[in-house]
């Protein structure tokens, strides 16, 4: 007997004027080839394409806007590497930039403000997309919140949606459906299996997976909780296109203010002296998107949310991102004249009218994410990037921001965060594709863990991701068959004939064989280099053992003894003959269980003085790994002080880790205190010795339970000083 299950949401509308049980019968909207829930770039972009290979398509929105983050605020575009952008997604760039040229002349500010036509205000997007839909004779709706999902013999036969304003429920069918929406909403409620939150670090051998900060015991876990959201919302300062910032609902002053601190401290005068970065807001037309006021915690119950939790969550978020601007022009600890300037930033008068002024989409940086027939990790982002069935590639860096603030025993702190380094890589099909529903594409909460989704869940992934989608569910209409059936080949074909990159660069790939059966330290462990992709013959091959950063071995078999009983970190890095760098090869080997000697102190627990930013390096090993980096001379006084107490008296080698940069000093003060006082080093950051991220810089003496310590300063610097991390690694007695 057939079988048909309904899925319900809870509530899916709010301040609807019609009561549950008055409610009138849902009206069938015509029939289409296609039906899209979830109107982001994603969705839009899923549905011109489907729309283009001549299928009848529908788009549903829940809210008043469609276009998702790309015309809800987010108005920088983060794109990773340029050339791994193709298809529909870079129709929309090219067509922003044709926008600007045309309205403005080539030659104008705007279209060097477009950087490309990435940088672009807000309703230009929205009145490209609708462009775009309209020539694909795409029907759009919107302010349609979801009720229900009805699955029959493994297909989607229609969803149900209220109208939030007018209540009216209507009924959407189709011989194919993509799920478009950040949140997963269509997937979720037909039943398809997925996950919110981190998986562990063990469970899919993530390094950067699971709890990031807190008690040691707990690190690497897995939970339940989501990055922070904040809104991209836009500001202007242009005196005809600016309302003021209102005081919002929720004031969140003193979260704020710390900030009315830094002002007082500094003496600053103006806004862009307390935030430094306010020339990377993508200033276009006197509007631009600071991307600021992220609220960890808050989000938690957003991603199972119905529409009206979603909704209280969202209106905490804005007024948070409000309360920071408000605080800044308002406040009366604030110095009037600081206060001024900071009232020439407003929001625009021009954008977002329904919801006074401020975008109404939160930056859902993640929410649920399928377990689809592909689940894409942290591997497939570094080491294993090629896919048979790749349509098309990624290439951001693993981004997370904070999750959560913990308690520590050495105070409150920020937990989630993490940022490094991807190459370019190949997102297959089956990410895409769900078990147990034969006509449903997911291009947006796609089969990814956290730490793989915090890379590929930018605007124009999204957008390739739907295009994708959109070509797929064109090709299941028209063979008839299941969207897990679709030829590859012919998939493959029309992306690429699109101008959709399928094809991620190569880079060699080599790893670590422990050669030794049972290591034991003060016993030689031998090892043995593994080539698994390599095209040309190695040329450079450096082996680290210690974590110091020093060269200690080459060749493709060595041996080390180690001089402790404890689990050691190997590291090997190579070069073949055409110059290709390969990711590092690591392997932990353990010896013991007994606890490391070693120590070693990230900037986030040193003792800063002065206004360090953050810096990236591009030293392969380093991984973009963000440091800090001072204002180069002519700057305040600044200092970083790493300090720690080491387990045992003897001998340490002390090595620190920097990102590179341009204009680096030559000659960085950096003071180490050991047992026999103080030692002055003059640290040369313009050229690293090696090719690791760390380098030693002394072996010293130390006494256990004593506070040893490594200052560096910028006093006397004739360039900018970097930091990052700071080791004392154990030599002997």
Same mark, same amino acid.
């Given at each position: ?345 407003? @929001?625009? !008068? #021009? ?8 975008? =109404?989409? +939160?930056?859902?940086? $993640? &929410?649920? %994410? ?124 029309? @992306?690429? !004939? #699109? ?8 880079? =060699?790939? +080599?790893?670590?064989? $422990? &050669?030794? %059966? ?216």
């Amino acid at each position: 007997m057939k079988q048909s299950i309904l899925f319900l949401t809870l509530l899916a509308f709010v301040s609807s004027p019609l009561v549950r049980g008055e409610v009138a019968p849902a009206q069938t909207a015509p029939p289409a080839d296609v039906v899209v829930f979830g109107g982001t770039s994603a969705g839009v972009i899923a549905a011109v394409a489907a729309g283009r290979g001549g299928a009848k398509v529908t788009l549903v929105e829940s809210s008043y806007l469609i276009g998702g983050l790309t015309t809800g605020g987010l108005t920088k575009t983060d794109i990773g590497k340029g050339e791994t952008i193709g298809g529909i997604s870079r129709e929309f760039y090219d067509r922003v930039l044709r926008h600007y040229s045309k309205a403005y002349g080539p030659d104008s500010q705007q279209v060097k403000d477009t950087g490309g036509g990435y940088f672009f205000e807000t309703k230009v997007a929205l009145q490209i997309y609708q462009e775009m839909l309209a020539e694909a004779g795409v029907t759009v709706r919107t302010k349609e919140r979801l009720e229900s999902v009805e699955v029959k013999d493994r297909r989607i036969v229609s969803f149900i949606t209220r109208h939030y304003e007018t209540g009216a429920l209507t009924r959407f069918t189709g011989a194919q459906f993509i799920d478009g929406s950040y949140e997963g909403d269509l997937m979720a409620q037909a039943g398809v299996l997925y996950r919110v939150g981190r998986e562990a670090r063990a469970e899919y051998n993530e390094s950067l997976a699971g709890i990031t900060s807190g008690p040691a015991e707990y690190l690497g876990k897995g939970d339940q909780r989501v990055q922070a959201y904040n809104i991209r919302g836009t500001l202007s300062v242009r005196d005809d296109n600016r309302v003021p910032i209102p005081k919002p609902k929720h004031y969140y002053r003193e979260a704020h203010a710390g900030h009315i601190e830094t002002v007082n401290r500094l003496k600053l005068t103006r806004l862009d002296q307390l935030f430094t970065d306010t020339q990377r807001w993508a200033m276009i037309n006197g509007k631009c998107d600071p991307n600021k006021a992220d609220l960890p915690g808050v989000n938690f119950a957003y991603s199972d949310g119905d529409y009206e939790q979603r909704a209280r969550i969202t209106e905490k978020v804005q007024d948070y991102w409000l309360s920071l601007w408000y605080l800044l022009q308002n406040d009366p600890g604030l110095p009037e004249e600081f206060k001024r300037d900071a009232r020439r930033w407003g @929001l625009p !008068k #021009d954008e977002f009218l329904e919801s006074g002024h401020v975008t =109404p989409q +939160v930056y859902v940086r $993640v &929410a649920r %994410r399928m377990l689809g027939r592909y689940f894409l990790t942290q591997n497939d982002l570094t080491y294993e990037r090629y896919k048979p069935d790749t349509v098309c590639l990624g290439s951001y860096n693993m981004d997370a921001h904070p999750i959560q603030i913990i308690q520590t025993d050495e105070g409150p702190k920020e937990e989630g965060h993490f940022n490094d380094a991807s190459d370019a890589y190949e997102i297959p099909y089956r990410s895409l594709l769900p078990h147990g529903v034969d006509n449903l594409i997911v291009v947006a909460a796609v089969s990814a863990s956290h730490v793989a989704y915090s890379s590929l869940r930018m605007e124009p992934v999204f957008m390739m991701l739907g295009h994708a989608g959109g070509v797929a569910a064109d090709l299941a209409r028209k063979d008839r068959t299941k969207v897990q059936e679709v030829s590859v080949a012919a998939l493959q074909e029309r @992306l690429r !004939k #699109d101008g959709i990159p399928l094809k991620a660069p190569f880079r =060699p790939v +080599v790893t670590i064989k $422990v &050669a030794t %059966r049972e290591p034991q330290a003060g016993q030689p462990v031998e090892f043995e280099l593994v080539s698994r992709h390599v095209e040309s013959p190695l040329k450079v091959i450096a082996w680290n053992f210690d974590g110091s950063g020093e060269v200690q071995a080459g060749g493709t078999k060595v041996r080390h003894t180690f001089n402790q009983a404890t689990k050691a970190r190997v590291m090997v890095l190579v070069q073949d003959e055409k110059k290709l760098v390969a990711l590092p090869a690591r392997v932990d080997v353990d010896l013991a269980e007994a606890a490391s000697l070693d120590r070693e102190v990230h900037y986030t627990e040193a003792k800063l003085n002065g206004r360090w930013n953050r810096a990236r390096g591009p030293e392969v090993e380093y991984r973009q790994r963000v440091g800090l980096v001072d204002q180069g001379p002519g700057g305040e006084p600044m200092t970083a002080e790493f300090s720690t107490t080491l387990p045992k008296t003897g001998s340490y080698r002390v090595a620190v880790a920097f990102p590179s940069g341009g204009n680096r000093a030559s000659n960085v003060p950096v003071t180490i205190t050991h047992d026999g006082g103080t030692a002055e080093v003059k640290l040369n950051q313009k050229k690293k010795p090696g090719p690791f991220a760390f380098q030693p810089v002394g072996e010293y003496r130390f006494t256990a339970g004593k506070t040893a310590s490594v200052r560096f300063s910028n006093a006397g610097a004739d360039g900018v000083v970097l930091i990052d991390t700071v080791r004392w690694i154990w030599i002997g007695e």
